[in-house]
């Protein structure tokens, strides 16, 4: 009689084992890549944000021509009379809470009777803000047209939504996305002092804009000129009149913003 019982391979079994040891460890490893990552963006997010100066905070909220309503997605800012149904979605930069934005915006909204949405970007980061544009416009139902715009890395996000407005505009900032073709109105705002948004940098991405676009680069502002949140690491010095830098923001989105 013949034995059909073969010897074991004795390094059959052990084979299994490894690959899912393997496996185990690589899942591990990623793991722990994806939850530091995450850890890395929330810490990022919270240290440094820069909020609002107070005085010219309280001032804005002390006049009887601005109506503002914080609605969680956004804070809307209206006109407390001569609304004139032209509204503007306005995107923070970087680590900027919307608040510090009320005071630069605010004789646009009073003395043009322009609507004002500032949207509360997720993590204080535009780039983690997947909400459509509507999201915002739905919070002023009764503006007819809107253009939208953002400061610094808000501006890149406005790009990227650019296409369902009216109109886009830069606040010492400029696009990553070729919107060259649009046929969009396009108004580009910067400060010959900016350290961030430098007049090289947007020369250097005009590119991305309709032929047409109009820049207006301010003299001596800085890029935290754009909003009224103090001095921001890594800018240039500010030489113009922070109340002049904002008269020439809204003289220049008066002349801009299309109407109904």
């Not at 969680?72 to 919307?98: D, H, N, R, W």
């Not at 646009?108 to 980061?125: A, E, F, M, Q, R």
């Not at 109105?185 to 804009?209: F, M, N, R, Y």
Request: proline share 8%; aromatic share 6%.
């Amino acid at each position: 009689m013949t034995d059909s019982t073969r010897p074991t391979d004795p390094s059959a079994a052990p084979a299994p084992r490894r690959r899912r040891r393997w496996l185990r460890w690589t899942l591990g490893g990623l793991g722990a890549i994806v939850v530091l990552l995450v850890g890395g963006i929330l810490i990022y997010s919270q240290v440094g944000v820069m909020g609002a100066e107070a005085g010219p905070l309280a001032e804005a909220e002390a006049n009887p021509g601005l109506t503002i309503t914080d609605d969680g997605a956004g804070i809307v800012l209206s006109p407390a009379a001569g609304a004139t149904g032209q509204g503007l979605v306005f995107i923070p930069g970087a680590k900027v809470e919307a608040e510090g934005y009320i005071a630069t915006l605010a004789d646009t909204v009073v003395d043009d009777g322009v609507t004002v949405v500032i949207t509360k970007p997720w993590l204080n980061l535009a780039f983690f803000d997947p909400r459509p544009l509507s999201t915002f416009t739905d919070l002023a139902p009764d503006v007819s047209t809107w253009a939208v715009g953002g400061h610094s890395l808000g501006g890149v996000r406005a790009c990227q939504l650019a296409t369902d407005a009216d109109a886009l505009v830069l606040f010492a900032s400029y696009c990553a996305n070729d919107l060259s073709a649009s046929g969009l109105p396009v108004l580009s705002l910067s400060g010959s002092e900016d350290g961030l948004s430098t007049p090289q940098k947007i020369a250097d991405a005009a590119g991305e804009l309709p032929a047409d676009a109009t820049f207006v680069e301010i003299p001596g502002a800085s890029h935290a000129s754009f909003g009224a949140y103090g001095p921001q690491p890594g800018d240039g010095t500010l030489t113009a009149d922070p109340a002049e830098v904002d008269r020439i923001i809204a003289e220049q989105l008066a002349g801009f913003l299309p109407r109904p």
